[in-house]
């Protein structure tokens, strides 16, 4: 059974940082591409950031420049690490992992971050 497990969201101030972190179960890491996505409220399930299983990464512009993503494949982990972050980042993150593309596949139950102003 497939699982991926989210960690580390939570309420952080403006201009601040948060580490987030997924740790998958039930497939060979390695194999997968991996991916963040999130969803404020009222709005539709947006990416955010991706890496493939080359090590090759994707952000989405909002944002570039202050989020890396990070694949660990001997935790089976991967991490978001969010600097510099601005109330409109306030979302529910998702963790995501599928053989072929972002957005595909499996994903996690979802955790909340809320960026105060």
């Known amino acids: 059974q497939v699982q991926l497990a989210e960690s580390g969201g939570g309420l952080v101030q403006f201009g601040g940082s948060l580490r987030l972190s997924c740790a998958a179960s039930?497939?060979?890491?390695?194999?997968?591409?991996l991916s963040w996505y999130r969803q404020a409220p009222g709005k539709e399930r947006e990416f955010v950031a991706g890496?493939?299983?080359?090590?090759?990464?994707m952000y989405a512009d909002s944002v570039k420049g202050r989020f890396t993503i990070v694949r660990d494949n001997a935790k089976n982990t991967v991490y978001l690490q969010m600097n510099s972050l601005k109330p409109e980042d306030t979302a529910v993150y998702y963790c995501?992992?599928?053989?072929?593309?972002?957005?595909?596949?499996?994903w996690g139950a979802g955790m909340l971050v809320t960026v105060s102003s």
């Open positions: 039930g497939i060979t890491f390695s194999n997968y591409a």
């Open positions: 890496i493939r299983t080359s090590g090759d990464t």
């Open positions: 995501n992992a599928d053989v072929f593309s972002y957005g595909m596949g499996h």
